[in-house]
Nanobody
Framework: QVQLVESGGGLVQPGGSLRLSCAAS????????MGWYRETPGKERELVAK???????NYADSVKGRFTISRDNTKNTVNLQMNSLKPEDTAVYYC???????????????WGQGTQVTVSS
């Protein structure tokens, strides 16, 4: 069974920084895309950043220049470094992996449990 475990959320003042991490475990053959999404009450879950196995990153316009996504394929881990945080970044953040399982050619989507990020003075 594949599991994604997130860490690193919390409360931070405007202008501060946080680092989120998400690690996958289980019968993984490869991970095609690793990404971060966020959700606030009354709004649809939105893409924050993603990084495919090629390493080419993609960011939402609202976080460009402030957030950095990176991946460690040896540890099946993705990180999101968030700098210059704003109150509007407050949300529950979810990691998402597109995983090819061992002994399979199919690719499945898996989500982390979510971690709260609150930016407030």
């Amino acid at each position: 069974q594949v599991q994604l475990v997130e860490s690193g959320g919390g409360l931070v003042q405007p202008g501060g920084s946080l680092r989120l991490s998400c690690a996958a475990s289980g019968p993984i053959f490869s991970i095609n895309v690793m990404g971060w999404y966020r959700e606030t009450p009354g709004k649809e879950r939105e893409l924050v950043a993603k990084i495919p196995s090629s390493g080419t990153t993609n960011y939402a316009d609202s976080v460009k220049g402030r957030f950095t996504i990176s991946r460690d394929n040896t540890k099946n881990t993705v990180n999101l470094q968030m700098n210059s945080l704003k109150p509007e970044d407050t949300a529950v953040y979810y990691c998402n992996f597109q995983i090819r399982l061992q002994h399979s050619t199919n690719v499945y989507s898996y989500w982390g449990q979510g971690t709260q990020v609150t930016v407030s003075s």
